[in-house]
């Protein structure tokens, strides 16, 4: 999966949700603070959503970040590369429990 399928998957998930809401993107911009032509962009993949303006979609969407990201994760198979060995340092106790 490529960063353009990703920007795609969540632009789909953010105008899904705001239909679902009955808000117009001139009413999400407003409430986030952009302007109507960057949820437009947002919508149709053309643009990366940064972190902070994600938290601050989904607060006005009135739901949790990680609803953008749902069901992602399955686009994203470990193939031995660094992302396994991430995951065996996540799954792995990197610190002491009683260290502190």
């Given at each position: 999966m490529d960063a353009d399928r990703i920007n795609r998957d969540i632009?789909?998930?953010?105008?899904?949700?705001?239909?679902?809401?009955?808000?117009?993107?001139?009413?999400?911009?407003?409430?986030?603070?952009?302007?109507?032509?960057?949820?437009?962009?947002?919508?149709a993949g053309l643009n990366t959503i940064s972190a902070a303006k994600l938290v601050m979609l989904a607060q006005a969407l009135e739901v949790s970040a990680s609803y953008f990201f749902d069901g992602l994760e399955a686009g994203f198979p470990l193939n031995g590369g660094a992302d396994s060995r991430l995951a065996k340092l996540s799954s792995e106790s990197c610190f002491s429990r009683d260290a502190a």
């Open positions: 632009g789909r998930r953010l105008k899904m949700r705001r239909r679902l809401l009955d808000l117009s993107q001139k009413e999400v911009a407003q409430r986030c603070g952009l302007k109507l032509q960057q949820i437009h962009k947002y919508e």
